[in-house]
């Protein structure tokens, strides 16, 4: 089954940009994703092509008109029905890697790239859109956001990465970072390939790499490694073993 990916986007010659290349080109010319940019424009009534206009109660910039995206979005829910619809903004929920796999499991996505002040609030309350975000930063649209969000559903279609293994040790993949990679030579500027990864034995190897990955989590990402220990210590039920309380 081929994955859908509706872009609903005032520029969509961005698209597919640069998911045309490496993986996710090959993917996209093997008929395993479809990427279908729809141009917002067009579903402006005005002979200006009018999308936006300026902020109810004053202030700065212009925001996205609920009827004219709205219009575009009911277009691509008749297009390719039943595919979740989801809108970049920065007031979104942060992307994770279980979301990912979720929608990267199901028939495709629609996504809607805003751009000046964002989107009209009732057209997200109206057609119940989920709000994502991909960082605590402003970007000038969506589209990055987007093309952010298609690239990492897109890797995890199958045959996409080669062996389904690929991705199984990948930071985020567990709860924790990645551990550290490296390869020939074995002495390059004075620094050396630590010796355990050429022992030949998988046993020491697997469990150096499972303890950089807690240092390296513990140290870099204290948010990531506090869930993915609170997750550890709690049963399937969400209850606490009487020991664990009391570390």
């Given at each position: 089954m081929t994955f859908i990916a509706q872009v609903l986007t005032l520029y969509p010659e961005m698209f597919p940009g640069p998911l045309g290349?490496?993986?996710?080109?090959?993917?996209?010319?093997?008929?395993?994703?479809?990427?279908?940019?729809?141009?917002?424009?067009?579903?402006?009534?005005?002979?200006?092509?009018?999308?936006?206009?300026?902020?109810?109660?004053?202030?700065?910039?212009?925001?996205?008109?609920?009827?004219?995206?709205?219009?575009?979005?009911?277009?691509?829910?008749?297009?390719?029905?039943g595919l979740p619809l989801l809108a970049m903004t920065p007031r979104g929920v942060p992307l994770s890697q279980e979301r990912v796999r979720a929608l990267a499991a199901g028939p495709g996505l629609t996504v809607l790239c805003g751009r000046f002040e964002g989107f009209d609030e009732r057209l997200l309350e109206a057609r119940g859109i989920e709000q994502v975000s991909i960082g605590d930063y402003i970007l000038s649209g969506g589209e990055m956001g987007a093309l952010v969000l298609l690239d990492a559903c897109v890797r995890l279609l199958p045959g996409v990465m080669g062996a389904p293994s690929s991705g199984d040790d990948e930071s985020f993949e567990s709860g924790l970072l990645e551990y550290p990679h490296y390869t020939r030579p074995y002495e390059w500027e004075g620094r050396t390939i630590p010796e355990v990864l050429r022992s030949g034995d998988h046993a020491k190897i697997?469990?150096?790499?499972?303890?950089?990955?807690?240092?390296?989590?513990?140290?870099?990402?204290?948010?990531?490694?506090?869930?993915?220990?609170?997750?550890?210590?709690r049963s399937p039920s969400g209850a606490r073993h009487d020991e664990d309380l009391k570390t």
């Open positions: 290349l490496s993986i996710a080109g090959r993917a996209l010319n093997e008929g395993r994703w479809r990427c279908d940019p729809l141009q917002i424009r067009d579903f402006a009534t005005d002979r200006h092509r009018s999308v936006d206009d300026t902020p109810a109660g004053g202030g700065a910039g212009m925001v996205l008109r609920a009827d004219v995206v709205a219009r575009a979005v009911d277009h691509a829910a008749s297009a390719a029905p697997a469990a150096w790499r499972k303890s950089k990955a807690e240092i390296d989590t513990r140290l870099r990402r204290p948010d990531l490694w506090e869930r993915h220990e609170g997750a550890r210590v």
